[in-house]
Each structure stands twice: as C-alpha cells, then as structure tokens.
C-alpha cells in the first residue's frame, strides 16, 4: 500500500461503502413505489431481497468487494413488458436517489453509464432465446 493507491479508491469506497449505498437503494425504491407508473410492477414482490440484489449490482458498478450474484437480467425482466419510459423512469430515479445522497457527478454519470447498457436485457425482455 503506497501512497499512490491512495489516488486509486474505487468509486465504492469514495461515496461511503455498503452502508451509503444501501440509503441510496433505500431511497431509490421509495421514488419508484412512489410513482404510479411504476408501482404495480412491484406488486407482491419481496422488497428485502430485491434491495439486497440491487444494492450488490451498484456496489459493483462502483469497482467495490461485493459482487452481483443475483439473476440475469434478463431473465430477472423477463414477461414484464417494461417500456422504454418506465425504464427511463426508473434510471430517473436512481440518478436523483445519487444526486440527493450528494454523490459526485463524475461517479453518477459512470453508475448512469453501466446502468443505461443494460436497457437491451430490461425492456421487452422477452422469454428466453429471443
Ligand atoms: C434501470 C435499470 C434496472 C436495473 C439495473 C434493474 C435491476 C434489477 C435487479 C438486480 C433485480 C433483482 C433480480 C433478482 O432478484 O435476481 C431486479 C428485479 C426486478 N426489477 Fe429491475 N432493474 C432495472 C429496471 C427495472 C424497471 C424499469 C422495472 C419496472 C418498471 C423493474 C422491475 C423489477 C421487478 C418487478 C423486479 C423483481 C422481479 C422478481 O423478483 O421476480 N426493473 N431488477
């Protein structure tokens, strides 16, 4: 460890850790549930688990120790028939849980990055092999 690592922290270890990235997954699902057009998607879904999986995915968008072991995307959207505009909405909401918990512009546009490539497996995900 010299002092050049130092400069090297992972985007994980700037904002907080695990902890600061949970409230910003805590407040993510509030302004999702909050939003009546969003809503119905998560109707009976077990909210613990999901924010456990998506708290994983940031943690690992941000180069930090905890690894996304949760289903494929894909297969996790699958049936749901989620538009472009939901998804848009929902990446919204993301972006203004970051900017709220004051996470620098530079690590929300690298999170925005990562989350908007994964459009292609979220909207009109479709049964598996199409
Ligand atoms: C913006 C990008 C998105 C990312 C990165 C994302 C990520 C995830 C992750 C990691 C899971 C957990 C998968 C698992 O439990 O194995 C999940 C589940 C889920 N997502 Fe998303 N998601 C996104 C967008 C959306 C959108 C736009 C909707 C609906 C409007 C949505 C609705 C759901 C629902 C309902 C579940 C629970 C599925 C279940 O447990 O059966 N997601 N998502």
């Known amino acids: 460890m010299n002092q050049s690592h130092l400069e090297e922290r992972s985007d994980y270890a700037v904002v907080g850790g695990g902890p600061a ?3 910003v997954v805590d407040r993510f699902y509030t302004l999702v549930l909050g939003d009546d057009r969003l809503r119905g998607y998560f109707e009976g879904i077990e909210m613990v688990r999901l924010k456990r999986h998506q708290v994983a995915l940031v943690s690992q968008v ?28 929902v990446a919204g909401h993301l972006v203004t849980a970051l900017t709220e918990a004051g996470v620098e ?10 989350i908007l490539g994964t459009e ?6 479709e ?3 199409a």
């Open 21 to 23: 990235i949970a409230a």
């Open 62 to 89: 941000m180069g930090g120790p905890v690894g996304y072991a949760g289903r494929d995307l894909r297969a996790a959207h699958e049936g749901m028939n989620i538009s472009r505009e939901d998804f848009a909405a």
């Open 105 to 114: 512009p530079a690590i929300i546009d690298r999170v925005t990055g990562a």
């Open 120 to 125: 292609p497996d979220i909207v009109g995900a």
């Open 127 to 129: 049964a598996a092999g």
